[in-house]
């Protein structure tokens, strides 16, 4: 049985969604991004108190790209055996974690935490994840999926972020419908039985509560911070 420390956001929603496609038994416990991260017992699993972790027996682990690896691998699910079209779905991934999270992430933070009070700050991350969504849109007219021909983790690890497109006020500065294989794609895999339960874990807050929780920890607005 896996543990599964999360919450609500892209990077947690990954590993829902991962534990639900692969059919593993897990206990989600949700950490309350006000403080949760925080604590001795929580920091004791992750130094850089940021969700997602998991514990599976001895193995704790953190990095929502290394546990979708960790979960892919160890079920031997949603990533191919053949090393060339594994090292694709690999680098698919990879380019979620350093680019699009990121960048993604940034946005959020200069134009809703700041309330854009920088917009040539908040410009440059929005021409930058739109930048992002051009190579996806290219990456996608190659094969269906974001690292190859099969459905794999790295559908998964972009997935939670393009949802925002349609859940955080920032999506309207997002035109997504522009990039008509990206949003095919999203649209497929939001069909999935396993995504549409993975969203639900941890059953999310009221959104006004999510982000009040996201200034005061997350942004580093907060006494959190101090
Ligand atoms: N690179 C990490 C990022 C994790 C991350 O940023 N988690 C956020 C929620 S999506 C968090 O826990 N933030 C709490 C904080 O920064 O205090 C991953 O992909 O797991």
Not at 183 to 206: D, N
């Amino acid at each position: 049985m896996i543990d599964l420390y999360t919450d609500a956001t892209a990077n947690g929603l990954k590993i829902s969604i991962a534990l639900e496609e692969m059919g593993v038994e897990y206990r989600a416990h949700q950490v309350n991004l006000g403080g949760g991260q925080k604590t001795p017992e929580f920091t004791a699993m992750n130094a850089n108190q940021k969700i997602p972790v998991i514990r599976d027996g001895d193995v704790t682990l953190s990095e929502s790209g290394a546990i979708l690896y960790y979960l892919a691998i160890t079920n031997g699910q949603l990533i191919p055996t053949d090393f060339a079209a594994r090292s694709k779905v690999m680098e698919a991934l990879m380019f979620q974690m350093s680019g699009l999270g990121p960048n993604f992430g940034q946005l959020i933070v200069w134009t809703a935490a700041w309330s854009n009070d920088f917009p040539v700050v908040s410009e440059r991350y929005q021409k930058e994840v739109l930048r992002q969504f051009s190579v996806l849109e290219a990456r996608l007219g190659n094969h269906e999926y974001m690292g190859g021909t099969e459905y794999s983790i790295a559908d998964i690890a972009f997935w939670p972020w393009i949802h925002m497109c349609h859940t955080n006020p920032v999506g309207q500065t997002l035109p997504l419908g522009n990039y008509k294989k990206l949003s095919g794609w999203y649209e497929k895999i939001s069909q999935r039985p396993a995504v549409q339960r993975g969203i639900l874990v941890p059953t999310p807050l009221a959104p006004e509560i999510q982000y009040e929780a996201f200034l005061s920890a997350v942004v580093g607005l907060g006494d959190l911070h101090k």
